[in-house]
């Protein structure tokens, strides 16, 4: 089976847009999975800071009233403790 010049042509056309198709579409994969890492890695983060806030306004809720001086020394033993675990 002979292939006509313009079938050879059309052959090698198509042949390399399906290359360069191909190279695109693993060059973005890498880019998504890159953005992906990236995007997890600033709501890990992101969660550390809000726990962190938490743990700072917990310490002034438990600080405030007439023993406020004993519960805020109490509340930074405990989060020196659990922070040496």
């Not at 983060?45 to 743990?55: T, Y």
């Given at each position: 089976?002979?292939?006509?010049t313009?079938q050879?042509?059309l052959?090698?056309?198509?042949?390399?847009?399906?290359?360069?198709?191909?190279?695109?579409?693993?060059?973005?994969?890498?880019?998504?999975?890159?953005?992906?890492?990236?995007?997890?890695?600033?709501?890990?983060?992101?969660e550390?800071?809000?726990?962190?806030?938490?743990?700072?306004?917990e310490?002034?809720?438990?600080?405030?009233?007439?023993?406020?001086v004993?519960?805020?020394?109490?509340?930074?033993?405990?989060?020196a403790?659990?922070?040496?675990?």
């Amino acid at each position: 089976m002979d292939l006509s010049t313009t079938q050879q042509i059309l052959l090698v056309i198509l042949g390399a847009a399906l290359a360069i198709f191909i190279i695109l579409a693993i060059v973005v994969a890498v880019l998504v999975i890159r953005l992906l890492q990236t995007l997890r890695l600033i709501t890990t983060k992101a969660e550390k800071v809000i726990e962190s806030a938490e743990a700072v306004g917990e310490v002034f809720k438990n600080a405030s009233g007439p023993v406020g001086v004993f519960r805020f020394v109490k509340s930074v033993v405990e989060m020196a403790q659990q922070k040496r675990k």
